[in-house]
Nanobody
Framework: EVHLVESGGGLVQPGGSLLLSCAAS????????MNWARQAPGKGLEGVSS????????IYADSVRGRFTISRDNAKNMLYLQMNSLKPEDTAVYYC?????RGQGTQVIVSS
């Protein structure tokens, strides 16, 4: 059974940084592409970033490119999202996922 647990969310001021982590288990993590998505209050799910199984290729939504960095540690079954220069519009619940599974999410609030 796929099990994904996000952590690292919280309240941060505009311009600040957060590192989100996702612990994966129950599947062959190193053989799967992974992604981060987010859902802002009152809005639908938005893809933020994806990374291939080897960790050497990633794509980003236009809204976060240049500010967010996705990475993974296949030895530890961990996925990360480094978020810098955070903006109020980045406020959302952030989810890590495979193509067909998603965790419970971690809340990020960007506010002064």
């Amino acid at each position: 059974e796929v099990h994904l647990v996000e952590s690292g969310g919280g309240l941060v001021q505009p311009g600040g940084s957060l590192l989100l982590s996702c612990a994966a288990s129950g599947f062959s993590f190193s053989e799967n592409a992974m992604n981060w998505a987010r859902q802002a209050p009152g809005k639908g799910l938005e893809g933020v970033s994806s990374i291939n199984s080897g960790g050497d290729s990633a794509i980003y939504a236009d809204s976060v490119r240049g500010r967010f960095t996705i990475s993974r540690d296949n030895a530890k079954n961990m996925l990360y999202l480094q978020m810098n220069s955070l903006k109020p519009e980045d406020t959302a619940v952030y989810y890590c996922g495979t193509l067909d599974s998603r965790g419970q999410g971690t809340q990020v609030i960007v506010s002064s």
